[in-house]
């Protein structure tokens, strides 16, 4: 369900079941996921839920969240970062969002987070730059200890 955040804007929130073992945890809305007020329900949702069904996971069982639960301005997420290339200086908003995510994965529980995209991989790991050095590896959180990602 979706709510406006304190500067107007809409706000996604995730869903999923509150003993979900699965977090999989995307950048921000885009248009789609804003209007329905739904993580994941646009072109990258319909694509996460073929790979989901090809890997023999229940959509309906995992945790569905963004590090950011705001749509960018122009589906950027760079707007929320000073230095997109390495995260530096993160936005207040940014940091924000991140602070939400963590109390929401700290209530879940998830046994693991996936991060889907080098945003979800900062928050999750405080870095997200170079992502594809990271693909099919396994870490503990930095957001939250404990956490495998």
Same mark, same amino acid.
């Given at each position: 369900m979706s709510t406006l955040d304190e500067l107007g804007q809409i706000e996604v929130k995730g869903v999923g079941p509150p003993d979900a073992k699965v977090a999989l945890i995307g950048e921000a809305p885009g248009g789609e996921e804003e209007l329905s007020g739904r993580p994941f329900v646009g072109r990258a949702g319909r694509? /996460? @839920?073929q790979c989901l069904m090809e890997a023999g996971i229940n959509r309906s069982e995992c945790y569905i969240d963004n590090a950011i639960r705001v749509r960018p301005p122009e589906n950027k997420v760079k707007f929320f970062f000073s230095n997109r290339s390495d995260f530096k200086r993160p936005s207040p908003t940014a940091l924000h969002? %991140? @602070?939400l995510?963590?109390?929401?994965?700290? %209530?879940?529980r998830p046994n693991i987070a996936v991060a889907l995209g080098a945003t979800a991989l900062w928050a /999750?790991?405080? @870095?997200?730059?170079?992502?594809?050095?990271? %693909?099919g590896t396994l870490f503990e959180s930095?957001?939250?200890p404990g956490l495998k990602c």
């Open positions: 694509l /996460l @839920d969002y %991140r @602070d995510l963590k109390e929401n994965l700290s %209530r879940v /999750l790991s405080s @870095d997200g730059s170079n992502i594809t050095s990271k %693909r930095t957001l939250v």
